[in-house]
């Protein structure tokens, strides 16, 4: 088990022309809460306690709810890429605002307070990861987006926790349909399987830690952690900020 660098926990300082840019943009448009929208932060420190936690018993590998906490019926049946997947908020309330406003509102800021939770969830639960690994979006949407939020989110985790990051581990080969809530599983695993590639050059014999925000049926984390495991990683933990249960 890899021990954390405690000096990747500091917050690292702006340069100073970011700071006083970043002290103009607050005066002009001051921060609001993104669920309750009181003034001064991205996220108040009451929505991020209201926050619903994805709680045992689940699933050990796709952590759907489970009653006994045992594996569940569909990982009996096929057993998924990735080692494990774990989740930390059920996508719902609070949780549902800040993935939104994250995803489609360039609230790029707040990656940093979400990535904290998922950074202090991972030491909490000592995974065995070394690499992060951002689930990747298809070239054009994210020229259209500007960003990928996995990637921010990913960035943030392996700095606070002082883990690598292979930011081109993952390649999407080809667009896919944004997965629809009414398709089931077995329509979703078609819909994306195949449409990642690793790159071996990047992940070869690391332990990695797949980063995206939601995860749905776990479709997409598992045609990733396929491909990753094309290219030769040791293992494949993945952890998302939410989940739909
Ligand atoms: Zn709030
Ligand atoms: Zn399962």
Redesign the pocket.
Known sequence: MRRYNARGMERTKAPPLARLAQAFLNVVFPPR??????QGVF??P???EAMPRALPPRCPLCWQPERRGETCGRCAKARPAFDGARTLHLFQG?VREVVHALKYNHLSALARPMAAHMAAYLEAEALPVDTVVPVPLFGRRQRLRGYNQSALLAREVGRLLGLSLAEGGLRRRRDTPPQARSVDAEARRRNVAGAFVGERRRVEGRRVLLIDDVMTTGATLDACAEALRQAGVASVWALTFARED
């Open positions: 809460c993104v669920a309750c929208g009181e996220l108040c009451a929505c991020a609070p």
